[in-house]
Nanobody
C-alpha cells in the first residue's frame, strides 16, 4: 500500500491550494478516503472524508464551506481543494484509509498559511 500526498506549500491568507493523494497497492475504489491534518503540538484532526463511490462527503466544522474533497477512481487519486485559507489551517496534511484491522497513512504534505 502506498499513499503519496502532494500539492502543499506556502500560501497567503485567503489563498487556495489543491492537495492530491495518489494511491496504489489496494482496491482504491472500494474504500472511503480521508484527509487529516496535524498542527504542531496538536492531535490529528479529521478534515474531510469521501465515500468509496464519491457521493457522500463529510467535513470538519472548521473547514465547511471552504474545503472540498473529491476523488477520481480511474486515477486512484483523492483531492482536497482548499479555499479561503487561514493561518489556523497550517498543518501537515495526510491522506488515509481504513482497511481492517488498521489505518494506512501517507507521508504528509506541509501546508503553511502566512503573510
Amino acid at each position: 500500500v502506498q499513499l503519496v500526498e502532494s500539492g502543499g506549500g506556502l500560501v497567503q491568507p485567503g489563498g487556495s491550494l489543491i492537495l492530491s493523494c495518489a494511491a496504489s497497492g489496494f482496491a482504491f475504489g472500494d474504500y472511503a478516503m480521508s484527509w487529516y491534518r496535524q498542527a504542531p503540538g496538536k492531535e490529528p484532526e479529521l478534515v474531510a472524508r469521501i465515500a468509496s463511490a464519491g457521493g457522500n462527503t463529510n467535513y470538519a466544522d472548521s473547514v465547511k464551506g471552504r474545503f472540498a474533497i473529491s476523488r477520481d477512481n480511474a486515477k486512484n487519486t483523492v483531492y482536497l481543494q482548499m479555499n479561503s485559507l487561514k493561518p489556523e489551517d497550517t498543518a501537515v496534511y495526510y491522506c488515509s484509509y481504513y482497511q481492517p484491522p488498521r489505518d494506512y497513512w501517507g507521508q504528509g504534505t506541509q501546508v503553511t498559511v502566512s503573510s
